[in-house]
């Protein structure tokens, strides 16, 4: 039997984690709610299947308090990232800043026109068309800057080059960018950064500047905007997939016994495949656990159907369980631990209890077997 100074000692890290994650991300508790009933709902239908399973009630018990604590290290991780819905977000999304740059070059084209038309008014026509045409080109331009913000839209090759010529339209700046900022950004400034920062120059509508960076990260716009896909930027997907080492780490502290140390590998692993292309230690088939196989299942079902993470629509059944498929199929995901969550009808029995009406659509499990 588990001692009950271990089972206190892991609920109670439980309890920490959860206060600590709802004051910062709250809407990550459905998601450490749900993946441990969802994994147990799988563990006990396995368990009816094949006899031949043998699974403890401390084997379960670890699969539960591992599914509790999978994401325990992202108490280590910065808050914007645990709910970057766009890719500009840094803390808010910056969308709006980039669009007043375009404002401002609408207005100075306005301006110019204006001017011409003054010292040319035979022309005015002819002005008046040439900055309709600039007008439209500005309105595409900032159209597509904000499509390309968006987690869902893949930025290939010609996109970036695009974003580059746009992000490179200059503007005019008269006001001082070091006005109101605190003593310790100025610091992080240069002598050439201030005198440059000080003085009326040029700026471009996108921009990377020298301070453009949070805990060794990038922030820039134009670096962030040429992220392929997703709201995640190379370096803060690194940052953020680091979550699953510090979980590792976290519950290794705990000094747990033998009979217990099951937990700690359970929740670092539910971001391996079965195909070495997981993280965090790239581990194979034969290194990952079934119970960490169960657990990496929950784990993307539940995330994809989620309905409260703010980068994402929530999935249909339909497109959740394709999503399965594709990954059963690339030899990610266990095969008969699939195969199960769609012949008992696990995925159903959970979306009725935990998605919305709209969310569940008809399902023909033979199309995905």
Same mark, same amino acid.
Request: proline letters at 4%.
């Given at each position: 039997?588990?001692?009950?100074?271990?089972?206190?000692?892991?609920?109670?890290?439980?309890?920490?984690?959860?206060?600590?994650?709802?004051?910062?991300?709250?809407?990550?508790?459905?998601?450490?709610?749900?993946?441990?009933?969802?994994?147990?709902?799988?563990?006990?239908?396995?368990?009816?299947? *094949?006899?031949?399973?043998?699974?403890?009630?401390?084997?379960?018990?670890?699969? !539960?308090?591992?599914?509790?604590?999978? /994401?325990? &290290?992202?108490?280590?991780?910065?808050?914007?990232? @645990?709910?970057?819905?766009?890719?500009?977000?840094?803390?808010?999304?910056?969308?709006?800043?980039?669009?007043?740059? %375009?404002?401002?070059?609408?207005? *100075?084209?306005?301006?110019? =026109?204006?001017?011409?038309?003054?010292?040319?008014?035979?022309?005015?026509?002819?002005?008046?068309?040439?900055?309709?045409?600039?007008? +439209?080109?500005?309105?595409?331009? #900032?159209?597509?800057?904000?499509?390309?913000?968006?987690?869902?839209?893949?930025?290939?090759?010609?996109?970036?080059?695009?974003?580059?010529?746009?992000?490179?339209?200059? %503007?005019?700046?008269?006001?001082?960018?070091?006005?109101?900022?605190?003593?310790?950004? @100025?610091?992080?400034?240069?002598?050439?950064?201030?005198?440059?920062?000080?003085?009326?120059?040029?700026?471009?509508?996108?921009? *990377?500047?020298?301070?453009? #960076?949070?805990?060794?990260?990038?922030?820039?716009?134009?670096?962030?905007?040429?992220? #392929?896909? &997703?709201?995640?930027?190379? !370096? !803060?997907?690194?940052?953020?997939?680091?979550?699953?080492?510090?979980?590792?780490?976290?519950?290794?502290? @705990?000094?747990?016994?033998?009979?217990?140390?099951?937990?700690?590998?359970?929740?670092?692993?539910?971001?391996?495949?079965?195909?070495?292309?997981?993280?965090?230690? &790239?581990?194979?088939?034969?290194?990952? #656990?079934?119970?960490?196989?169960?657990?990496?299942?929950?784990?993307?079902? +539940? =995330?994809?159907?989620?309905?409260?993470?703010?980068?994402?629509?929530?999935?249909?059944?339909? +497109?959740?369980?394709?999503?399965?498929?594709?990954?059963?199929?690339?030899?990610?995901? /266990?095969?008969?631990?699939?195969?199960? %969550?769609?012949?008992?009808?696990?995925?159903?029995?959970?979306?009725?209890?935990?998605?919305?009406? +709209?969310?569940?659509?008809?399902?023909?499990?033979? /199309?995905?077997?």
């Amino acid at each position: 039997m588990i001692q009950k100074c271990i089972k206190q000692q892991l609920e109670t890290l439980h309890r920490i984690f959860f206060h600590i994650l709802n004051v910062r991300t709250p809407h990550m508790i459905p998601h450490i709610s749900r993946v441990p009933i969802l994994a147990l709902m799988i563990t006990d239908a396995l368990k009816k299947a *094949d006899k031949k399973i043998k699974l403890s009630a401390d084997d379960i018990y670890q699969l !539960e308090m591992a599914s509790k604590l999978h /994401d325990c &290290g992202k108490i280590t991780t910065p808050d914007y990232l @645990l709910s970057k819905s766009t890719k500009t977000e840094f803390v808010r999304n910056r969308i709006h800043e980039i669009r007043n740059r %375009f404002e401002i070059l609408r207005r *100075d084209a306005e301006i110019a =026109a204006l001017k011409k038309i003054i010292a040319k008014p035979k022309q005015e026509k002819e002005i008046k068309k040439a900055l309709k045409k600039q007008i +439209e080109q500005l309105e595409k331009d #900032f159209a597509f800057v904000a499509q390309c913000n968006l987690g869902e839209t893949a930025v290939d090759e010609n996109c970036l080059k695009k974003l580059q010529k746009i992000g490179n339209k200059k %503007f005019k700046r008269y006001f001082s960018r070091l006005e109101g900022l605190s003593w310790n950004e @100025l610091q992080a400034l240069s002598n050439e950064e201030k005198l440059k920062y000080q003085n009326a120059a040029s700026e471009t509508v996108l921009q *990377d500047n020298p301070e453009d #960076f949070y805990q060794g990260i990038p922030t820039g716009e134009l670096h962030n905007l040429s992220t #392929f896909k &997703g709201t995640l930027s190379p !370096e !803060e997907r690194q940052k953020i997939e680091q979550h699953a080492i510090e979980t590792e780490n976290i519950l290794n502290l @705990l000094k747990l016994p033998k009979s217990q140390q099951n937990i700690a590998i359970y929740a670092a692993q539910h971001h391996e495949r079965l195909n070495g292309k997981g993280y965090p230690h &790239g581990q194979k088939d034969s290194d990952i #656990f079934l119970a960490s196989r169960i657990l990496m299942l929950a784990d993307i079902f +539940e =995330a994809i159907t989620s309905s409260e993470r703010p980068y994402k629509a929530p999935k249909k059944l339909s +497109e959740a369980l394709h999503i399965l498929q594709s990954m059963k199929n690339k030899g990610q995901l /266990d095969k008969n631990i699939y195969e199960l %969550f769609l012949r008992k009808k696990i995925y159903l029995q959970y979306a009725k209890q935990y998605l919305s009406p +709209e969310q569940i659509d008809e399902i023909n499990i033979d /199309d995905y077997l």
